[in-house]
């Protein structure tokens, strides 16, 4: 099962997904290969896969890819083989993703494997709130790019099975777990 968690830079995708992991047996996360640079207290193959935009392109180029888009300047893309192979391991994999990779990924994987999507909404104020607190020491025109992508990716949420409020951690890793819970059991019968 691939669980794809979206929403704008900020809602909290990375938080839940580290949440869920620490949580729920057989919960795994699948990193993205990216093109940005680190952020303090990232590493190598845990939040990401991090490539110069150089050998990003030679991956596009070599179709290695299900989807890559370029997102505020730096190349972010699932690849296709490590995806398969986790997958393969009968893993539930939590992947976060913004909107039109999982539109992509809806597109290539609905009839090969099971997919559960959720978008987290976060109100704009409490997401300026959070793009400044989070410490990537953020210009305002960075801060407003992202806040900007807002009503964007929100005119996406109809292709995703699940919309939820994050204003509440707690209860946001609580329902997400329990949606896992059901889907599998779906999945089962």
Do not use: C, W
């Not at 845990?46 to 370029?70: A, G, M, P, S, W």
């Not at 192979?85 to 939590?94: D, R, T």
Request: aromatic share 8%.
């Amino acid at each position: 099962m691939l669980v794809i968690l979206s929403g704008v830079s900020g809602a909290g995708k990375d938080t839940i997904k580290k949440e869920l992991i620490k949580r729920m047996d057989n919960v795994i996360s699948l990193p993205s290969f990216t093109s940005r640079k680190p952020r303090e207290g990232e590493e190598e193959g845990v939040q990401y896969h991090f490539i110069t935009k150089k050998e990003f392109e030679e991956k596009i180029r070599n179709n290695e890819f299900y989807e890559y888009d370029l997102h505020h300047e730096n190349y972010y893309g699932t690849s296709k083989k490590l995806m398969n192979e986790k997958i393969a391991s009968g893993k539930i994999i939590v992947k976060d993703i913004e909107v039109n990779g999982t539109e992509n990924l809806i597109k290539l994987l609905k009839n090969e494997t099971k997919l559960v999507t959720i978008f987290l909404r976060v109100e704009k104020e409490e997401l300026r709130r959070r793009l400044i607190q989070r410490g990537d020491n953020l210009s305002e025109d960075e801060i407003n790019l992202r806040l900007g992508r807002l009503d964007y990716e929100e005119s996406k949420i109809n292709l995703y099975d699940y919309m939820i409020k994050n204003d509440d951690f707690e209860k946001t890793v609580q329902l997400i777990m329990d949606i896992i819970q059901a889907e599998k059991k779906l999945d089962e019968n």
